[in-house]
Structures are given as C-alpha cells and as structure tokens.
C-alpha cells in the first residue's frame, strides 16, 4: 500500500502506527513527559504515542499545543512522525519547531493501529512495510 | 505552493541563520495550508504566549533556542505576562515561576523585541494605520486593529506571530484579502447598549448568534475608546470573528453593502448573555480591573471612585507599565494603593497563575469572565466600575 499527501515538515521515518479517529490536543491532552494520552474519553486515553506513527484527524485547543509537542521531543515522547486528514496551524507549527517529519492530505482510513509503515514526509509519501 | 522571492528562499536554506530558517519554514508551511500566494510585509507584530504558566519549560526552551540567534526585523510588540514584572510578590507570586518568567521575557528581550507586556499594544506605542498588514496574536487586539484600525491581521497563536517578527512577513491569507474581510452578516442591535457590561454582553451575544461570520452591525449608539476595546475583547471570546463593520467607527465599512442575511440582538439576548457570564455568587474575594489593559482614563475613574476608601477583597488594577507611570505622575497610583488596591502591571487576570487562589471574582470584562471561571475555577460577577470598586470595598456583590 502506498497513500501520497501533502508535506507539512519534511523528513523521514519509520514505525508502528497508532491511529485515531479523534482530534488531538497536545497541550493538556498529552503528558508530556510521557507521552501518555490523558484526556479522558478519548480513544487513545492510556496510550503511548512515543516512538509511532501518530495517526489523527487534526489538532485542536490551544495554540501552546505548539509547544507542548516541542516539549515531548526534547523529553524523547515525540510521535516519530504525524499523519493527518487536515493538519492545521497548532500542529504544523509543533512539527515544524519540534523536526517531526509531518504529512496531511491523507486518507488516515487506511491506516490501521500496529500497521508497520515507512513515512517519507519529504515526497509526502506513506508505504506499509 | 507559495511564491517566494529569491531572498526568502535562501533564507530557507539557512543563509541568515536557524532562527530565520525555522521562522520561515513555519511561514512557508502556514501559507500553503492556507492557500496563500506570497509572503506580504508586515508593519508590526504582536506575540503572546508571554506567561511562563502556559509556556512551561517546552515553551522556555523554544524561546531560548530561537533567542540564540534570532532578530526581529520589525516593531515587536509582547502580551501580558503571568506576573507584574517588578511587583510580582505583591500578587503572590512565587519565586520559582518569578524566576522562569524572567527567563522568558529575556528570551524576548535578546531577539529585540519591546518588553512591554500589555494586551493593548495600541496603547503603548504599537498604533498600525489604516490597510497596513500586521501579524498579531491577542485575539482581542486583533479585533481592534481590524475593526476600529482597518490594519489587517490574522489571529496568529504565538510561534507564527514571532516567524513573522523574524522575517518581517507574513502569508497572505485570510483576513489579509479584501474578499475575506466583506461583511457576510447585517447584525442589528436593538437592545439599548450603555455600560460596559452592557458591551460585554453584546459582544457575547453576537459571538453566539453570528456563528463566526464577519458582522455588519448596525442600532449603536457612539462608543468610547474604551467601550470597543472591551467589545472588541467579548465578541472574539465567545466565539466571533477577529473583524466587525460598525458604520461611523469601522474605516471601510462604508465600502461594504448592508448584507442580506439579518440577525437582530433584543434586551432579552442581552439579558440571557448576562446571566450566562455571571454566577450568583454574593461574597467577593478577588476585583481585578483592566481586561483589556486599563486605559489612564479607567485608571482615572477608579481612583475617584476608591479615593479615601479601603478594599476588604483582594483588588487588582491591570494595565500596561506604561500607563502605570503616567497614573503614578497624576497621583492615582498613591490613591489606588492607599486603599489597598495593588497594580498588576505586565499581567491579567487571564494569565496569572491564579489556580486556588480566590473563589470568586468581580470584574467588568465578560472576556475576564471566560478565563477566570474555565482555567482558574472562579464563580464571576460582571458588572460596572462602581458595582465592582463597591464589591471590592464591602466584599459583597450588591
């Protein structure tokens, strides 16, 4: 399976997906010293989103999310790359600060959680492995 | 994709540092998310997330890094701050986040940016004219430089306001394009509006009636400086656009057509916006006033108004040092603090670490409301100057 989207922070990486249907906020959503999911009711509550393939719909809530994602790559917690639907300013601006390789335009349906996949977000290209 | 000169793409490539190249790519990648065709320049920026307690250490850090090698090309403005710079352990504030904040504002410092932390930079030396681009965060200055200015400027959040300070540009998308700043919504307001909780409450009322759409508004009676700026702040909370048309303060509304589609704000909408802002608490902990930053002349009133008097509850004035030195020369600042009242200059009440602290609040900001009751658990009363210097004086909404 090949999927193509859009760049939002080039780069490249390599993983397990983790994928949901639900936004995400970073800032308050997340801990970011863990990188466990910790809002409650969302899908990915308890989860780790260390090290995969983050897979969601959009960011939401504040725009210090930017930071917060900033926060989780200097704590080693950052999501080894992002695959959005529609990625908007809080997350492209965290990917960006944070080099976290980023790809939006993508039909996230495919993509299923413990999916192995290649991302290079530079051709704005996701490949299963 | 966006266009970009030959300059800014060699800036991209690095060739006038990290700082420039991280702002640019951020640039870059908000103006093809957006749909932009260039970069246009920008006047003046305005950055917030100034406040260490939404910052953090990720936030610090950034700040810090970018600070390493990053300039502002242009005047560059800072919202308030999570404490009075110098006042700080007056208002509580502990030594540890009084240290991290400063370590925050010499971040900004370091990159040239002016570090005087107000929400209302138009009144401290930061006044854009009429159709230049700015890129500003603080949705409520926002809202002033569109709608009682006619500059134009998106609603940044903090990290692409200070890419557009480094570079000096901004993407030109959305509020910065004729076609987006039309009005789409004829608001008419039948409701007489005559305090300040009055404009608050309209600014709630169209924020949840006009569904984000830019208004028309029409039925008002003329304002004062300060009663659009507290307008300006409501309407944007609850959920408006950064722009409105009023005909008579609005620069180019008179180049707009009333739209067709009518949505009308009676004394009940007023009245159902009042009772949801406010809470049915009677005893009063905390009064903070200035939200938007005071102006010298809400300064100038509240000082008449707590002449000879003394504060029970915990009495805050919020405003920009600046008009802090002009209160001080004009004799308010010893009337204020003779009473008990304290300055809370660089700072508000919407990003103060106020968590636990106070139960309740009076103020006469329905945009202050908002921020105390969500982040800081506060029960609010809304209401004027003197129903608030009256609640600080007796601890008792009357």
Not at chain 1, 51 to 66: A, C, H, N, Q, R
Not at chain 2, 56 to 75: H, I, N, P, R, Y
Not at chain 2, 369 to 390: H, K, L, P
């Amino acid at each position: 399976m090949e999927l193509s989207g859009r760049t939002i922070k080039r780069g490249s990486a390599q993983g397990e997906v983790l994928a949901t249907a639900q936004p995400i906020s970073f800032y308050g959503g997340v801990d970011p010293d863990t990188g466990i999911v910790v809002e409650k009711g969302h899908e990915l509550e308890g989860k780790s989103i260390a090290g995969k393939v983050l897979v969601f719909p959009s960011g939401k809530g504040s725009t210090v999310g930017s930071y917060a994602l900033y926060r989780l790559a200097k704590n080693g917690k950052a999501p080894a790359a992002i695959i959005n639907k529609e990625t908007e300013t809080i997350v492209a601006v965290g990917a960006i600060i944070s080099d976290i390789p980023a790809i939006d335009k993508i039909d996230i349906s495919q993509l299923k959680t413990g999916d192995k996949v290649s991302v290079d977000a530079t051709a704005g290209k996701v490949r299963s492995l | 994709m966006m266009q970009l000169t030959k300059e800014d793409g060699a800036i991209l490539a690095g060739k006038r540092g990290e700082a420039a190249r991280k702002s640019m790519e951020i640039l870059v990648a908000l103006g093809d998310i957006y749909g932009a065709k260039d970069l246009v320049d920008v006047a003046s920026v305005q950055v917030a997330g100034v406040s260490y307690h939404n910052l953090g250490d990720a936030g610090l850090e950034f700040l810090s890094e970018l600070a390493k090698d990053g300039q502002v090309k242009v005047l560059t403005t800072l919202n308030p701050a999570g404490m009075d710079l110098e006042n700080w352990k007056a208002l509580g504030i502990s030594e540890d986040f009084a240290k991290k904040q400063n370590l925050v504002i010499d971040a900004f410092r370091k990159m040239g940016i002016i570090t005087c932390c107000t929400c209302t930079p138009y009144l401290a030396g930061n006044l854009p004219t009429f159709g230049q681009h700015l890129a500003w965060s603080e949705s409520s200055a926002v809202t002033f430089a569109n709608s009682i200015i006619g500059a134009r400027t998106n609603r940044e959040g903090g990290p692409s306001a200070l890419a557009a300070a480094i570079i000096g540009k901004t993407p030109a998308y959305g509020l910065h394009l004729d076609e987006n700043r039309k009005p789409v919504v004829h608001v008419e307001v039948q409701a007489k509006i005559r305090t300040m909780p009055d404009w608050g409450a309209l600014g709630y009322a169209i924020g949840k009636k006009a569904e984000g759409k830019v208004p028309y508004i029409t039925g008002l009676q003329p304002a004062s400086t300060d009663e659009l700026k507290s307008f300006c702040a409501s309407v944007v909370t609850y959920g408006g656009a950064p722009l409105f048309h009023i005909p008579g303060i609005t620069p180019e509304a008179s180049q707009h057509k009333q739209p067709a589609q009518k949505i009308t704000i009676t004394e009940a909408d007023i009245a159902d916006a009042k009772k949801a802002i406010d809470d049915p608490v009677n005893e009063i902990e905390f009064v903070c006033l200035g939200c938007p930053h005071c102006s010298i002349d809400e300064v100038a009133k509240i000082a008449a108004l707590l002449k000879g008097k003394k504060v029970k509850a915990e009495f805050w004035v919020a405003a920009s040092r600046n008009t802090k030195a002009l209160a001080d020369s004009r004799g308010y600042s010893a009337i204020i603090e003779a009473a008990g009242g304290k300055w809370a200059c660089d700072t508000c009440l919407a990003v103060a670490p106020l968590k636990g602290r106070f139960k309740s609040v009076a103020t006469t900001s329905a945009k202050g409301c908002f921020y105390c009751r969500g982040s800081n658990a506060m029960a609010t009363r809304m209401g004027t100057v003197e129903q608030c210097i009256n609640a600080a004086i007796t601890g008792r909404w009357a």
